[in-house]
């Protein structure tokens, strides 16, 4: 499974950006994807995550209210919506995906398959 993420920039505080990541493999239809963000000097954060099969998506505490996450039909692209960006959302977003869902959603280290990360700078 390969996972390519696109879509960061820079954008001043309380605009919008979005970000895409595309599956592809042999189960990229399948898989359960998130989305995390590292920023300098921090500890990886969990974003986001969608549980495809039940429809049901997950955030973390600091984006909830102001990201979106959705995937395509075929299953195998997701996009993060990011509304009301503030400098703290400042970060590299990576992409991650899985095989099955965990319950464990929210923690980097359940997920196997990793895109190579696009850049968020939000200005003051």
């Known amino acids: 499974v390969q996972l390519q993420a696109c879509g960061g920039g820079l954008v001043q505080a309380g605009g919008s950006l979005r970000l895409s990541c595309a599956a592809s493999?042999?189960?990229?239809?399948?898989?359960?994807m998130a989305w995390f963000r590292r920023a300098p000097g921090k500890e990886l954060e969990f974003v986001g995550s969608l549980r495809y099969s039940m429809r049901r998506t997950y955030y973390g505490d600091s984006v909830k209210g102001r990201f979106t996450i959705s995937r395509d039909n075929a299953g195998n692209a997701l996009s993060l919506q990011m509304n009301t960006l503030k400098p703290e959302d400042t970060a590299i977003y990576y992409c991650a995906a899985r095989n099955n869902w965990s319950v464990q959603y929210y923690s980097g280290d359940q997920y196997p398959y990793w895109g190579q990360g696009t850049q968020v700078t939000v200005s003051s």
């Open positions: 493999g042999n189960t990229a239809n399948s898989l359960v």
